[in-house]
């Protein structure tokens, strides 16, 4: 079973220790922010994958404080925790072989859960469930703390530049403007293997979008501007 949600409103003990280790083992990458300034604490972000990178280093190097959308089954027991993993993350989305999806789950299930809870996760749920995700979510901005969604259609795998994007993050802000009278600004971030970099746009603003957009041309339009980021940068 999950543990009672709670939001993290400042850095626990685990952020802290795994952070300093993290950054002492991998390279940091170039940050280039293109919003001219600290992201706000009450926004929504998006971002790439690219295969476990981008979740890894936007935890590590991004500054601000944040909560993340992931997997409601890596915040469940072991043996939850395991299966999606090996047939899932490392089976499906990073594509390894059976032998190696196993023996990476088998590791990697043992600690997982510290790690997620260090981060801090908000489950998400893909059936009448998703009313708990949009819940938590909203605690997480009601408190200041940012929500990140990684929203790519991953059916193929993290790519680095999606080809599609879920609109959770549409319908979260729509659920925050509804409940507080706010478009509150969505920032779009590209994570890049070859050179490092992370590369984070300006806001964007899905009720002004919507005014003249579906919620299907809306995410495309994050998605084009998200996939045009390490461009603009340039």
């Known amino acids: 079973m999950a543990k009672k949600f709670k939001v993290h409103t400042k850095e626990n003990i685990g952020s802290r220790i795994i952070g300093p280790i993290a950054r002492f083992f991998k390279k940091r990458p170039e940050i280039v922010n293109l919003s001219g300034g600290e992201l706000p604490e009450v926004c929504i972000m998006i971002g790439n994958h690219n295969g476990a990178g981008g979740a890894f280093n936007y935890r590590t190097y991004l500054k601000n404080r944040f909560m993340t959308w992931g997997a ?17 993350f490392y089976g499906r989305k990073l594509k390894y072989g059976k032998v190696r999806s196993f023996f990476c789950a088998l590791l990697f299930a043992l600690v997982s859960r510290i790690i997620y809870a260090s981060a801090g996760m908000i489950p998400v749920y893909y059936d009448m469930r998703v009313y708990s995700t949009m819940k938590y979510s ?27 994007l879920h609109s959770g993050f549409v319908q979260l802000s729509r659920l925050y403007h509804k409940m507080r009278g706010v478009d509150i600004p969505v920032y779009t971030i590209l994570y890049q293997r070859k050179p490092k970099r992370i590369i984070i746009g300006k806001p964007m603003y899905v009720q002004e979008l919507m005014k003249t957009h ?3 041309e809306t995410c495309d339009i994050f998605r084009q501007y998200m996939n045009g980021l390490d461009a603009l940068q340039q």
């Open 138 to 164: 909203m605690e997480c901005l009601k408190k200041d703390v940012a929500v990140f969604i990684f929203p790519e259609d991953s059916g193929d795998g993290y790519l680095e530049k999606p080809a599609r």
């Open 214 to 216: 579906t919620v299907e």
């Open 72 to 88: 409601h089954q890596m915040c469940e027991g072991y043996i939850s925790r395991f299966r999606y993993l090996k047939n899932v």
